[in-house]
């Protein structure tokens, strides 16, 4: 017996409509209905992964699904890119970027075939870090203006040291030569450890570097502080001086950004957006960021891919002034 049509046209339409919900993105459905990662492109116990695990932590609190935190260190950020290049556009794998590895890897390392804005979604900022120059004790320096006088007399021949080279401390030092018009000697080292020893033994007359491993040893004696390079004072380091003040401009600051597979739907970004900018307002995670010497920097996800596209281009016409060439 046939079907009437207008009964083949409903049923039709139902098949159809079941298609189209079966055809939904994740996006469309529970996020997360499943485990998720996040990559971070150094090794256990540095700073990115502290804070990754202390977020993952909250994360899976507040989603009922297990966060996991997994270190992909190598390349200053290139391997971790590459694993979420690969991986699908979900919202299932994330990476925790600190500055250096999304905005400046690509243009000082030949082999970072990889463009932030190109190849990843911002998900969420997380938190700043500000930078700390320093100098030795046993130097004559009591601010940063002492260190530009100094430098505009002897042009290319004060010393400025920074732990790595194209780290957000090396290119500070750099962005504050170029705003004053100052030629310093660029010492990178191979990482802050070193970098700290060398300044202490007064191989180094200045550093800089984020403030965490600096205010330790500010406190002890062991470094004098000539300045921090946040926009306002910040607790417990009131009676040090502002860059800005001193050279008029000089804010720079260390961030970690949770990035997303570049086509991860919008309703999984904000959901993303909204788990972390609430797990910055307890008050736990908040101390814990401000023992690694970073401050909660919550933002929505429209405002923090604003933010990486400034903080790109900035850092990218400060390499590009330097003549700092890719290796």
Not at 46 to 70: C, F
Not at 232 to 256: Q, S
């Amino acid at each position: 017996m046939k079907r009437p049509l207008t009964a083949i046209a409903t049923i039709t339409s139902i098949a159809a409509f079941t298609g189209m919900l079966l055809a939904q993105p994740a996006s469309a459905q529970v996020y997360p209905d499943k485990m998720v990662r996040i990559l971070v492109p150094s090794i256990a116990g540095s700073a990115p992964d502290i804070i990754a695990r202390q977020m993952a932590e909250r994360l899976t609190s507040a989603w009922k699904q297990q966060v996991i935190v997994e270190n992909k260190p190598g390349g200053n950020g290139i391997v971790a890119m590459s694993a979420l290049k690969q991986a699908p556009a979900d919202g299932y794998t994330l990476v925790l970027f600190h500055a250096a590895a999304a905005v400046t890897t690509p243009v000082m390392y030949k082999e970072a075939k990889f463009d932030i804005q190109r190849d990843a979604a911002v998900a969420a900022t997380v938190a700043y870090t500000p930078m700390m120059f320093v100098a030795g004790p046993a130097t004559s320096y009591k601010d940063l203006s002492d260190v530009l006088k100094d430098g505009k007399a002897r042009p290319d021949d004060v010393v400025i040291g920074s732990p790595t080279r194209g780290s957000v401390p090396h290119l500070t030092a750099e962005m504050m030569g170029q705003s004053q018009q100052i030629k310093f000697r660029q010492v990178s080292f191979s990482g802050t450890t070193q970098a700290i020893q060398a300044v202490v033994k007064g191989d180094v007359p200045v550093y800089v570097d984020g403030i965490a491993p600096l205010v330790p040893l500010v406190r002890s004696g062991r470094l004098r502080a000539l300045a921090v390079t946040s926009d306002v004072p910040l607790p417990g380091l009131e009676g040090i001086p502002l860059a800005k003040d001193i050279a008029p401009g000089l804010v720079a600051k260390g961030w970690f950004t949770i990035f997303a597979p570049k086509g991860t739907p919008v309703p999984v970004l904000d959901r993303i957006n909204a788990a972390v900018n609430q797990s910055l307002t307890q008050q736990p995670f908040v101390d814990r960021l401000k023992d690694l010497g970073t401050y909660p920097m919550p933002m929505s996800r429209v405002d923090g891919a604003r933010f990486v596209e400034a903080e790109k281009a900035r850092w990218e016409k400060v390499i590009a002034d330097a003549g700092v060439k890719p290796e």
